[in-house]
């Protein structure tokens, strides 16, 4: 089993975004040094408890301090930009960090305000047109745009090999089969709608297509991502999975944006109480002792047929964070 990291790249308490960012460095390196597959960060806006606005930008500085695992601009949400512009970004990473940059390709809604900022027009309406993007963007990273193309004639380092390679990333079956007639790997997380998971990956693997582009891949390539909370003890492990619970149970049910991710004890307080780990067979969170975590894990895969397992965390001390991942590359033995 390979195991990644998605790193939301959390403001500590008591830090700056600065902190938090030299932190993720340091997280990387230590990923590294674990055996860790891959580590990306994630594509997030007005997230006053996150400092991750521009992942394009700090990657660079993940693949400088690290010299073998793959970095990812662990989403690029291409309903926002130019695919031209998202594309010239990734092929420079590219360029500089050759085979091991990988870029996942998503969309998604940042509120009504943050929306409109990132739009360069902003009183026309943004079309629904991801497919053609999606589709343009991979002929960018490849040089192989179609004849048919208004944009044919020109190319991003042309002179480079084709890449980083490109995800989609899926929460439902039909985004998993866009990723499988385009022929690109699959990034199906297990934490938006944990029940769609097993269903988005067989839909994957069942219309999957050889891709015509130089920058896709000729077999099933999938990574599954969750998050996961693990502790020394079952009790220590919920406990640590509270902040992480009740900043989206506030986000999503609430809609109250936090201006700080808690601590324990305070998002205890604001969900009344602790709350125990659930025992669904796709849970939102995985949560307990690595052996407890490595059990469910195992069970997704075995479900699933995934190899590869992508893990993020909402814990508030960079220590414990770091020792989270020491304790799941000890019961993985990667």
Request: glycine share 8%; proline share 7%.
């Amino acid at each position: 089993m390979k195991l990644s990291i998605l790193d939301p790249v959390q403001i500590p308490q008591g830090q700056a975004s600065g902190g938090a960012l030299r932190a993720s460095v340091a997280l990387a390196q230590a990923a590294e040094r674990l055996g860790y597959h891959r580590y990306w960060v994630v594509e997030h806006h007005a997230v006053p408890f996150e400092a991750n606005p521009a992942p394009e930008v700090f990657a660079a500085a993940l693949a400088g301090a690290t010299s073998r695992i793959r970095i990812g601009v662990g989403g690029v949400l291409l309903n926002h930009y130019s695919p031209y512009k998202a594309a010239e970004a990734v092929r420079t990473l590219n360029a500089l960090f050759p085979g091991r940059i990988d870029v996942g390709i998503g969309r998604a809604t940042a509120g009504i305000t943050a929306d409109t900022a990132l739009k360069r027009l902003r009183d026309v309406a943004t079309p629904d047109d991801h497919g053609a993007q999606v589709e343009e963007f991979i002929g960018w990273l490849g040089s192989d745009l179609p004849k048919s193309s208004p944009f044919h004639g020109i190319a991003i380092m042309p002179d480079e090999p084709a890449g980083p390679l490109p995800f989609i990333l899926a929460a439902t079956e039909a985004s998993a089969i866009r990723a499988a007639r385009l022929g690109l790997p699959l990034a199906c997380s297990a934490f938006h709608v944990p029940e769609n998971a097993p269903g988005a990956m067989a839909a994957y693997n069942s219309h999957f297509q050889p891709s015509s582009h130089a920058a896709g891949v000729d077999r099933p390539t999938i990574l599954l991502a969750i998050r996961a909370i693990v502790g020394e003890t079952q009790e220590e492990a919920e406990r640590l999975a509270m902040p992480m619970r009740a900043a989206f149970k506030l986000r999503r049910q609430d809609n109250i944006m936090l201006e700080r991710l808690p601590s324990p004890d305070e998002a205890i307080e604001m969900m009344g109480g602790l709350l125990p780990a659930d025992d669904a067979d796709w849970p939102a969170y995985v949560i307990g002792t690595p052996q407890r975590v490595k059990a469910i894990i195992d069970r997704m895969a075995a479900q699933t047929g995934a190899t590869e397992i992508m893990v993020q965390d909402f814990i508030h001390d960079a220590d414990l964070r770091l020792h989270q991942y020491e304790m799941l590359a000890n019961v993985f033995d990667i």
